[in-house]
T-cell receptor, first 115, second 110 residues
Framework: NAGVMQNPRHLVRRRGQEARLRCSPMKGHSHVYWYRQLPEEGLKFMVYLQKENIIDESGMPKERFSAEFPKEGPSILRIQQVVRGDSAAYFC?????????????FGAGTRLSVL | DAKTTQPPSMDCAEGRAANLPCNHSTISGNEYVYWYRQIHSQGPQYIIHGLKNNETNEMASLIITEDRKSSTLILPHATLRDTAVYYCIDHQGGSEKLVFGKGMKLTVNP
C-alpha cells in the first residue's frame, strides 16, 4: 500500500510565478490535509478537504492560496504570485477518518523555494 | 496554539529506554493524546495515540496518568534513527486539524 505521494519534492519559482503542489492520498483515504512548515518553525495547519469539498480552510492565507481535491485525481495546493515568504516545506497528510480518531499519514513534502 | 507542553530537548544513550514527557493539563474528556515525530527534513510520522489506557505498539508505549493531565512516550530501546523532534498533541474535539507545538528534540547518542 503506497503511502501519501507528494510531487514535486522540490520546486523553485521566481517571485510572481504560480506554484502547484500535488498530493495523492493513501489508497482508500478520502480526507486530505495540508500543512506548512516555515524554516526553523513548527508545522501549521492550512486546509482540510474531502472529495470535492473544502471542510476547514481556517489556516489558509486569505489571498493567493487555494486548494482543491477533485473527484478524480490528486489534491492540489495552488499558490499564485509567489513571494519569498512563501518559501517553506508543504506537507500533505491523508486519513481514513475512523470515527473518534484522527490518525494522519504524511507525505515527504514539497520544498518550495522562491527566488 | 498548542495546548501541550514538552521540554525542548532530551538526550538518550543508544540502546537505553527514552522516556519523553508531555503535559496536557487542559485536555478534555473525549480528546485523545497523539504522538508524532519528524525526522530531519522528512514528513511527520504517526507513532501512537491513546485516550486513558496505556497503549503499546511496535514502535512505542504510551503511559497516560490517571488524571490524564500528562503522559509519557517510551521508546524501549532507542536507536540512532530515533533522533527526531517528537510532538505530543491532544486532538481538539470537533476539529480535524492537528495543532503542532514546538515539540521536543530527542538526540540519541552512540
Amino acid at each position: 500500500n503506497a503511502g501519501v505521494m507528494q510531487n514535486p519534492r522540490h520546486l523553485v519559482r521566481r517571485r510572481g510565478q504560480e506554484a502547484r503542489l500535488r498530493c495523492s492520498p493513501m489508497k482508500g483515504h478520502s480526507h486530505v490535509y495540508w500543512y506548512r512548515q516555515l524554516p526553523e518553525e513548527g508545522l501549521k495547519f492550512m486546509v482540510y478537504l474531502q472529495k470535492e469539498n473544502i471542510i476547514d480552510e481556517s489556516g489558509m492565507p486569505k489571498e493567493r492560496f487555494s486548494a482543491e481535491f477533485p473527484k478524480e485525481g490528486p489534491s492540489i495546493l495552488r499558490i499564485q504570485q509567489v513571494v519569498r515568504g512563501d518559501s517553506a516545506a508543504y506537507f500533505c497528510a491523508s486519513s481514513p477518518r475512523v470515527a473518534g480518531k484522527n490518525i494522519q499519514y504524511f507525505g515527504a513534502g514539497t520544498r518550495l523555494s522562491v527566488l | 496554539d498548542a495546548k501541550t507542553t514538552q521540554p525542548p530537548s532530551m538526550d538518550c544513550a543508544e540502546g537505553r529506554a527514552a522516556n519523553l514527557p508531555c503535559n496536557h493539563s487542559t485536555i478534555s474528556g473525549n480528546e485523545y493524546v497523539y504522538w508524532y515525530r519528524q525526522i530531519h527534513s522528512q514528513g511527520p510520522q504517526y507513532i501512537i495515540h491513546g485516550l486513558k489506557n496505556n497503549e503499546t505498539n511496535e514502535m512505542a508505549s504510551l503511559i497516560i496518568t490517571e488524571d490524564r493531565k500528562s503522559s509519557t512516550l517510551i521508546l524501549p530501546h532507542a536507536t540512532l534513527r530515533d533522533t527526531a523532534v517528537y510532538y505530543c498533541i491532544d486532538h481538539q474535539g470537533g476539529s480535524e486539524k492537528l495543532v503542532f507545538g514546538k515539540g521536543m528534540k530527542l538526540t540519541v547518542n552512540p
